[in-house]
Structures are given as structure tokens and as C-alpha cells.
């Protein structure tokens, strides 16, 4: 009987069940004057300036993950019940990089927006640190000497940089300007009495480490460039976030503690999988069917996703023109890996830092730093160590036991056998960021051979014209909709945190520019993209929506 009363329900409700799904299938999409793709820095901070500089909120906010943060990724690491504990540790965006210019009183946005949170973070210190090899310590004063001779060599290829933007002259590797500085990658001629590569890890220690790519695949002329904003601008200081809340407190702090009403919505766990475009708007769908439409979207992926090819990535329709995938194509993504390990107990020495010159392949498992240190996390028996680019592609394909594996054998040559043995592993992990449909890296590096006006490009709305290298298709700039903007955007701080922040304030000027000042449509996007808006505009007032 209760099967048979069963099948009556379901053929009284199945039609009107039908008939609801079918009235979803059709229903007209929801409409939002403005959509924000992504909830990483640059997302949160075009959300936050809107509502705060510009007193608007008519905005949904769509995260793909179920947090806000984007490559700004903590997370709570350790055995509770080990001597060490456990602990927040940050998977992707970690320091701070350039703090205040005590000559201009210059500060990095990002620097302040630590301050304004309170965010506790910690000097890194790269002097402090002891050189091994597989066969033990090294000569901490011979390999400081190698040291000193690289930042000759780099102090020469930053001003042979400037030297040839100044005469107009192509650019070419950062390998070539290495070398023209006086530093050698030969390393026959860096081999101390051990056999170890000191010249290569010394150059992976500074150069592969800050760009995640080696010189030969990265631009002489926009490393320079990209260097003297950060650290000539604000300062030379890294300092190394160590705050419980998590490195992505300095960008959800500052939004939600606005009030609910001047904040736009937020929608967690949506995944956009396709993004048609058109001079008219924007219409977006999520991976489950639904489709919203919007005036203007703002797009913050990641270049890695950019780059990804269908069925992974983002389907655009009509799709990117050639100009916006030569641009997109031509960038590099890279990947940053940091690789934690917790012990029972702590084996290294006191120092930060850890130089480990290994005795066939350059940048294998270089840099070692202890977070069981004074200001670090004291006690917490931890310590990282770091991979970029295709030792990180490399690393994720393997298994955790296979990975830690060789991590333990590096420590063995180290700091010898027995004693990494005796202090058992108590936890271990590392982000699979390349693997990650939805990073599919970490942050960007600009390539050798990649032209400035490649980057507005990059940046360009569409649809549009090409800004730079030549003619595009479809339209003129004024009439683009969707917006491109992230890290990877920025001119001056390409991968760096600030290039986030500052994209997602350009972006925010934008789009405000469009939706609320009383003025036409075309080139609404043009003087405001291209160009600072004026000091106080729309500052502190109530805008009304041109329609």
C-alpha cells in the first residue's frame, strides 16, 4: 500500500515538478548592472573602492571557491597533539614586498592595508642564513662572496636597463643583462672544493625565487622595471606574514566591515564556465546553467586560466579576437610552490634561512626557511621549503610520499641521516596550484620578446579596438563591457600583490565612470582605464545611474 500511495504522489506532483523546472529553464536571467568575476584582491578591492568611494552596491560578487581570498590561501597545518602544535600557515601570497620609502614617505598600498588590519608579519632577513650541500655545510664566507658578486652583477643590470629604455633599444633576456653585469652562470668556475653548484644556487636564490622563471625566459628590461617600482618606490624590505586570520583579513576586513547595505551581494561556490560579450552587455554562466546579465563585468581569473583551452576553461563567445589571445598567449604564468613540513623536533639551525646547493640540478629544493624562529612561529617545529615552474609542474604529478621522500633525502645530505630520522615527520603539505582548473599557477612574469603594447592589449576591454600593436576588431575602445583586470594587468607590479590591489582600483574608477557619472556611453571606459581619474572625484558623494 505505501508503495502504491508512493507512485499516486509522484503522478500527481511529477507534471507541476516538470512544469517548475521547465519555468526555471526559461525564467529571465537575473540582471545586474555590474558582475565581479573572481573574489581575490583584485575583485575585492574594485568591490570595496565602489561602495566606499562611490556609495554603490549594485554589484554581484561571484567566488568559484567557498572562500574569498583567491591566491591569498591560509590554512591550519600541524598535529595538534605534536610538540609543535598547529598552526596558520599561508599556501600562496606570503609577504609583503616593499614597505615605505623613509626618503619619500611612499608607501605600498598593500603595506598599509596590513597596517590598517593590524596584520602581524615578520622581517625576512636573506642575509641570515647557512649554506649546505649534499655532503653537509658549506663556507658560509665563500658562499657569501658568490653572493656579493651577484648583486654587483644585478646592481649593473638594472642601470644597463634604464640605459637602453633610454635609447630606445629592443629588449632582450635578463640572462643577457646578467651576463653584460659581469655575473657567469658558468658553473665550473663556482664549484667550491665539495662539488656543489654554489653559482646556480646562488642565482636561483635571488632571481628564480622572486620571478618563479629563470633569466633566460624572462624580460632583461621589465624585470628591471619591474624591480625599481616595488623595491626602489616603497622600500627593499619583504616582510613575511605570519598573522592566525590569514594574509586575506588585509582585503575581506576592509569589505565586510562595511554595512550589509553598502556592500554588493557575495556568491560563494559559483563557477563561471562561459562569458558571452556584446556592445549592449555582458551575460554569464555558471557551471550550474544558471545565467546572469549585467551592463559591465569585471573579469579577475587568473592569466593561467586565460590561458587554459575549453573544455577546462572559459568559454567566450563570440570568442577573444586575435589581438586579446596574442596578449593573453604571450604572457607567463608561473608557479610558486611552497612545501611545508612540521617534526617532532627541530634539527636546523637558528638562522631564517637555509641555502641548499645541490650537486646536478639547479634551483632543487634551493631555499629552506624556518617558521619555528623569533617573530615567526615560535616552537612550532615547521619549516618550508620552495619549487617554481616546471619543478613545481613537476613535483604536483608526483605523490605526497614520493615528494616528501625526496625532501627527506635532501635533509639527510644536510644535516646527515640519523638526525632528520630521529625527529619524525608529524605532518606535510604542499598547494597544488598548477593542477587547480581554477589558478592553474600563481602569479605572472613578463617573457623575453613580449612588447609593452601586448600588455594594453591584455588589459583591453572587449568588445573593442586593440589599443596597441595594430588594428583590432569590433568597435572602438569606449563601447567595451567586459573588463580585464588582475596582477598580471599591472605594468609596474606584474606579479606582486599591489599589482592586484591597484588593477582592481583602475577597474573600479572604470566602471563607476560608466554606470554613474551623467555622460554618454562612448569612451566612457577610455579616459578613466587609460588614465588616473582626478584626485577626489566621486569621493564622499551619492551618484544617480545614467539609466
Known amino acids: 500500500m505505501a508503495y502504491l500511495a508512493l507512485r499516486l504522489y509522484l503522478l500527481l506532483i511529477l507534471?507541476?515538478?516538470?512544469?517548475s523546472s521547465a519555468q526555471n529553464a526559461t525564467a529571465t536571467p537575473t540582471h545586474y548592472p555590474l558582475l565581479i568575476l573572481g573574489g581575490g584582491m583584485t575583485g575585492l578591492s574594485a568591490a570595496t573602492l565602489l561602495s566606499t568611494?562611490?556609495?554603490?552596491?549594485?554589484?554581484?560578487?561571484?567566488?568559484?571557491?567557498?572562500?574569498?581570498?583567491?591566491?591569498?590561501?591560509?590554512?591550519s597545518f600541524g598535529d595538534a597533539s605534536s610538540p609543535g602544535g598547529r598552526h596558520v600557515i599561508e599556501l600562496g601570497a606570503n609577504w609583503v614586498q616593499g614597505l615605505t620609502n623613509e626618503d619619500t614617505g611612499v608607501s605600498n598600498p598593500v603595506w598599509e592595508l596590513a597596517q590598517a588590519v593590524n596584520l602581524s608579519t615578520t622581517y625576512s632577513d636573506y642575509s641570515d642564513f647557512l649554506p649546505y650541500s649534499s655532503n653537509?655545510?658549506?663556507?658560509?664566507?665563500?658562499?657569501?662572496?658568490?653572493?656579493?658578486?651577484?648583486?654587483?652583477?644585478?646592481?649593473?643590470?638594472?642601470?644597463?636597463?634604464?640605459?637602453?629604455q633610454a635609447r630606445g633599444w629592443h629588449d632582450m633576456t635578463a640572462r643577457t643583462g646578467l651576463r653584460l653585469g659581469g655575473w657567469t652562470e658558468d658553473v665550473g668556475t663556482g664549484v667550491d672544493e665539495t662539488g656543489a653548484y654554489v653559482q646556480q644556487?646562488?642565482?636561483?636564490?635571488?632571481?628564480?625565487?622572486?620571478y618563479s622563471m629563470s633569466p633566460e625566459e624572462s624580460s632583461w628590461v621589465q624585470v628591471a622595471n619591474n624591480n625599481n617600482f616595488t623595491f626602489n618606490q616603497f622600500s627593499d624590505e619583504n616582510n613575511l606574514v605570519v598573522d592566525p586570520r590569514g594574509f586575506a583579513t588585509i582585503a575581506t576586513e576592509p569589505f565586510f566591515a562595511l554595512p550589509a547595505a553598502q556592500r554588493g551581494e557575495v556568491r560563494l561556490n559559483a563557477t563561471v564556465s562561459a562569458i558571452a560579450y556584446s556592445s549592449s552587455g555582458v551575460n554569464v554562466t555558471l557551471s550550474s546553467g544558471e545565467i546572469l546579465t549585467a551592463d559591465y563585468a569585471l573579469c579577475t581569473f587568473s592569466l593561467g586560466v586565460l590561458q587554459s583551452p575549453s573544455p577546462s576553461g572559459i568559454q567566450f563567445t563570440p570568442p577573444l579576437p586575435a589581438w586579446k589571445q596574442t596578449a593573453v598567449s604571450g604572457f607567463a604564468m608561473s608557479t610558486y610552490t611552497k612545501i611545508f613540513l612540521q617534526f617532532t623536533s627541530k634539527f636546523w639551525p637558528d638562522t631564517q634561512f637555509q641555502l641548499y646547493a645541490d650537486p646536478s640540478t639547479r634551483g632543487r629544493y634551493t631555499q629552506w626557511q624556518s617558521l619555528d624562529a623569533p617573530g615567526?612561529?615560535?616552537?612550532?617545529?615547521?619549516?618550508?621549503?620552495?619549487?617554481?615552474?616546471?619543478?613545481?609542474?613537476?613535483?604536483?604529478?608526483?605523490?605526497?610520499?614520493?615528494?616528501?621522500?625526496?625532501?627527506?633525502?635532501?635533509?639527510?645530505?644536510?644535516?646527515?641521516?640519523?638526525?632528520?630520522?630521529?625527529?619524525?615527520?608529524?605532518?606535510?603539505?604542499?598547494?597544488?596550484?598548477?593542477?587547480?582548473?581554477?589558478?592553474?599557477?600563481?602569479?605572472?612574469?613578463w617573457p623575453a620578446g613580449y612588447h609593452p603594447a601586448e600588455l594594453d592589449n591584455l588589459r583591453a576591454p572587449l568588445p573593442g579596438t586593440a589599443p596597441g600593436m595594430g588594428e583590432g576588431e569590433g568597435g572602438v575602445l569606449g563601447e567595451g563591457r567586459l573588463l580585464f583586470a588582475g596582477e598580471a594587468t599591472s605594468f609596474e607590479y606584474f606579479g606582486f600583490l599591489q599589482g592586484a590591489y591597484t588593477e582592481g582600483q583602475r577597474a573600479a574608477r572604470a566602471v563607476a565612470n560608466c554606470l554613474l557619472y551623467q555622460r554618454g556611453e562612448a569612451g566612457c571606459l577610455g579616459e578613466v582605464w587609460w588614465g588616473e581619474v582626478l584626485e577626489g572625484e566621486g569621493v564622499g558623494e551619492t551618484f544617480v545611474r545614467k539609466r
Open 15 to 19: 507534471p507541476f515538478a516538470l512544469l
Open 53 to 75: 568611494a562611490y556609495n554603490f552596491s549594485s554589484y554581484l560578487l561571484l567566488e568559484a571557491t567557498g572562500e574569498l581570498g583567491g591566491r591569498m590561501r591560509s590554512t
Open 136 to 164: 653537509g655545510s658549506l663556507s658560509a664566507d665563500y658562499v657569501n662572496s658568490v653572493m656579493d658578486s651577484y648583486s654587483d652583477a644585478f646592481d649593473a643590470y638594472l642601470a644597463s636597463a634604464g640605459e637602453r
Open 201 to 210: 644556487a646562488v642565482e636561483y636564490w635571488n632571481f628564480d625565487m622572486e
Open 376 to 445: 615567526f612561529l615560535p616552537g612550532s617545529k615547521i619549516i618550508f621549503t620552495t619549487v617554481t615552474a616546471q619543478d613545481s609542474v613537476r613535483i604536483e604529478s608526483m605523490s605526497d610520499a614520493a615528494v616528501l621522500a625526496e625532501l627527506l633525502s635532501v635533509l639527510g645530505g644536510m644535516y646527515g641521516e640519523q638526525v632528520v630520522q630521529a625527529a619524525n615527520v608529524t605532518d606535510f603539505y604542499f598547494q597544488r596550484w598548477h593542477e587547480d582548473p581554477l589558478f592553474r599557477g600563481t602569479y605572472s612574469n
